[in-house]
T-cell receptor, first 113, second 113 residues
Framework: DAGVIQSPRHEVTEMGQEVTLRCKPI?????LFWYRQTMMRGLELLIY????????DSGMPEDRFSAKMPNASFSTLKIQPSEPRDSAVYFC???????????FGPGTRLLVL | GDSVTQMEGPVTLSEEAFLTINCTYT??????LFWYVQYPGEGLQLLLK?????DKGSNKGFEATYRKETTSFHLEKGSVQVSDSAVYFC????????????FGKGTKLSVIP
């Protein structure tokens, strides 16, 4: 079975550029989570969706970050404009709503120069 | 608010040594507790979980017991292998409408032959 799929796996960009990260959740899962992992702050929840609707975006650091889920099989996290402090590994995870277990993708390693 | 505290690493052990990674939590209710493992270059994977007091989660030789009286969920393994080298995250599931996993900062384990 395919797990959570994320693309790209690695992204290097320059400050000020727009970055789009993509996620395909496990088929049948109706909850999707975006996390950011850094050495300094550990694993942080940015936003999560249920049935394609954003439920809690209180973890989104600022207006430069936005996330969408246009359908049950696709989500994007966009950073515009990007800054060096956005450099991190971004994970997507999915689950069945009400099921406590989340399944993580392999992550996107972002470097903003 | 809810939080998870786990021992800081890194932890370095020789093969076949006994492993303990401490984890304590603070919560208003009785959350489900988890250990996730992250191998180099990969996303997090569920290792084990426990949903109520005195439950013991186990998987791949790892065990953890949900201790309500000490609000702890320590991870143990009797004999570690080189292949166990990874970062281990303790987490709690904050239900009651928020449906979020709250993670500890992670403990890096290195097992040397």
């Amino acid at each position: 079975d395919a797990g959570v799929i994320q693309s790209p796996r690695h992204e290097v960009t320059e400050m000020g550029q727009e970055v789009t990260l993509r996620c395909k959740p496990i088929s049948g899962h109706n909850s999707l989570f975006w996390y950011r992992q850094t050495m300094m702050r550990g694993l942080e929840l940015l936003i999560y969706f249920n049935n394609n609707v954003p439920i809690d975006d209180s973890g989104m650091p600022e207006d430069r970050f936005s996330a969408k889920m246009p359908n049950a099989s696709f989500s994007t996290l966009k950073i515009q404009p990007s800054e060096p402090r956005d450099s991190a590994v971004y994970f997507c995870a999915s689950s069945l709503w009400g099921d406590e277990t989340q399944y993580f993708g392999p992550g996107t390693r972002l470097l903003v120069l | 608010g809810d939080s998870v505290t786990q021992m800081e690493g890194p932890v370095t052990l020789s093969e076949e040594a006994f492993l303990t990674i401490n984890c304590t939590y603070t919560a208003t209710g009785y959350p489900s507790l988890f250990w996730y493992v992250q191998y180099p270059g990969e996303g997090l994977q569920l290792l084990l979980k426990a949903t109520k007091a005195d439950d013991k989660g186990s998987n791949k030789g790892f065990e953890a017991t949900y201790r309500k009286e000490t609000t702890s969920f320590h991870l143990e393994k009797g004999s570690v292998q080189v292949s166990d080298s990874a970062v281990y995250f303790c987490a709690q599931f904050s239900g009651a409408g928020s449906y979020q996993l709250t993670f500890g900062k992670g403990t890096k384990l290195s097992v040397i032959p």
